[in-house]
């Protein structure tokens, strides 16, 4: 491995923002936050929208403060965000308004309409990607059927993460991590599939080229690099979509049967393959392949995640109790078990809102006593999360033929310890957890390769496992988490 190097990560999540430094030596990945801030929709004449020129500025602020703190040459700038949502350029590259958030209410029921004109099954023998009203595909086709005069003026799609790098270098292109969480692309052939845009009328001339992850784009453009005040940083193309940063950092042993979990605001649990799997199985399971670093596939299921704990602590903070995700696992874990089933990945979860009283509707609905304890609610969820991983590492078997002998948890979900128990309870699996900062460590690895520093993904994952604490969670229990995976399948 090369000399010491410094990178800057740039990791944008639903939830917040983080600038981190990394810096990699002989054998070791230090990580270090320089900057936070909190990220989230804003409400704009009705509309769920990202507050992108603040987003940006909170950026270049971070970027600036890790300058600062490096103490020498900074090697790569990467940019990392949540998939599915993009900004619209007109012809002389400005962003003709702030991106739609993919919560946004405007694609319900397009999913259907996309099926009028193109069958389900056909778009899915395309593109491999799970059905869910926010992507890509179903937000364009919104505007399209809305006749929307922004669409008109449009020059240019350009995804998040991508955005972010092309306002700071001035370079236009679809990262192809990122463009893959579209469905609107061809994941056998790793371009845009004219047979959709073309079934569904969509503009594919404003689509931009696709490019790998570990391409170094340009540097800051002249501009920002003064405005900054730093040099002309080159600013690499790593894997734009976060999860495929955060299964780079997965410190896996290549040679054991291992599926990831990236937990955190979405729960995202798969597997690598070398190929995308698109049968009537992964049809059937609903599958995802989203591209993969270094060649890979990353075949998963989205699932809502900790969403639920997320909103349910923002309405008790706007009714006067602030609890900490601390305290909601103490009070969860001396709550009774399994009092109550729900289905975590309900449409009618999606949206930000009064999540507990939402929750209680669907009890209600579904003839279950409404739950009043909030640590008892909080307790429902993580164990209601905990039986959907048990069905779909199951199906993740069933689609792969693979039994795994362990399940890798990162990001910020591997903090929270009860729901690592309860999934090695409810798999029957060894659950390793950790590292935390998963995306911004796959971000600067990736950067690392992309410099020619690390020279291999298992290279890049024994790199992790040597710098980051890990906690193991053996299986518990089982004939308990059993009966109730029994039960809720009836």
């Excluded at 410094?6 to 999540?13: E, M």
């Excluded at 570990?214 to 005040?229: C, D, F, Q, R, Y």
């Excluded at 969860?332 to 729900?342: E, L, N, S, V």
Aim: with cysteine; charged share 25%.
């Amino acid at each position: 491995m090369a000399d010491e190097k410094r990178y800057i990560a740039v990791d944008l999540g639903a939830d917040s923002g983080r600038v981190m430094l990394g810096v990699i030596s002989a054998d070791k990945l230090h990580l270090e936050e320089v900057h936070r801030f909190s990220n989230g929709p804003i409400d704009q004449d009705g509309a769920l929208r990202w507050d992108f020129e603040r987003l940006f500025s909170q950026v270049k602020t971070g970027i600036g403060k890790a300058v600062k703190q490096a103490n020498g040459e900074i090697a790569g700038i990467g940019v990392d965000t949540w998939g599915v949502d993009f900004g619209l350029l007109d012809g002389k590259g400005k962003l003709i308004e702030n991106p739609y958030h993919y919560r946004d209410k405007r694609t319900n029921g397009i999913m259907d309409k996309a099926f009028e004109l193109m069958p389900k099954r056909e778009i899915y023998e395309q593109t491999g990607i799970q059905f869910m009203q926010l992507n890509s595909i179903y937000q364009l086709l919104a505007m399209r059927l809305n006749n929307s005069a922004v669409l008109k003026r449009t020059k240019h799609l350009i995804f998040m993460a991508d955005l972010v790098s092309y306002f700071l270098s001035g370079k236009l292109f679809a990262e192809y991590t990122l463009a893959s969480t579209s469905q609107l692309m061809d994941m056998r052939t790793g371009l845009w599939s004219k047979p959709i845009f073309d079934k569904l009328n969509l503009p594919i001339e404003i689509m931009p080229e696709i490019i790998r992850p570990g391409t170094v784009i340009g540097t800051l453009a002249k501009e920002v690099s003064e405005e900054i005040g730093c040099p002309r940083i080159p600013v690499i193309a790593i894997g734009s979509h976060d999860t495929a940063d955060a299964v780079a950092a997965v410190p896996a042993d290549e040679k054991t049967r291992w599926a990831y979990l990236s937990s955190g605001t979405w729960s995202l649990m798969g597997v690598e393959t070398p190929k995308a799997i698109i049968n009537d199985k992964s049809f059937t399971h609903q599958f995802t392949n989203e591209g993969g670093v270094e060649g890979t596939i990353r075949l998963l299921k989205n699932i809502m995640g900790l969403w639920f704990i997320q909103e349910c602590r923002r309405q008790w903070q706007k009714e006067g109790q602030d609890l900490s995700h601390a305290r909601l696992a103490e009070m969860a874990q001396t709550a009774k078990p399994f009092t109550a089933t729900i289905n975590v990945d309900s449409s009618e979860f999606l949206a930000p809102g009064d999540m507990p009283k939402r929750i209680n509707d669907h009890l209600a609905q579904t003839g279950q006593p409404r739950i009043k304890d909030k640590g008892q609610m909080v307790r429902v969820l993580l164990e209601c999360l905990a039986l959907k991983y048990r069905q779909t590492i199951e199906q993740l078997e069933e689609v792969t033929g693979i039994s795994f002998d362990r399940l890798h948890i990162v990001g910020g979900g591997s903090q929270n310890q009860l729901l690592n128990q309860f999934t090695a309870n409810a798999t029957g699996k060894i659950v390793s957890a950790g590292p935390v900062e998963a995306t911004a460590i796959g971000n600067i690895l990736m950067q690392a390769r992309a410099t020619a520093q690390i020279n291999s993904i298992a290279q890049a994952r024994q790199l992790v496992w040597n710098s980051f604490p890990l906690t193991q969670f053996q299986p518990a229990e089982t004939d308990r988490w059993e009966k109730q995976f029994i039960k809720t399948k009836s």
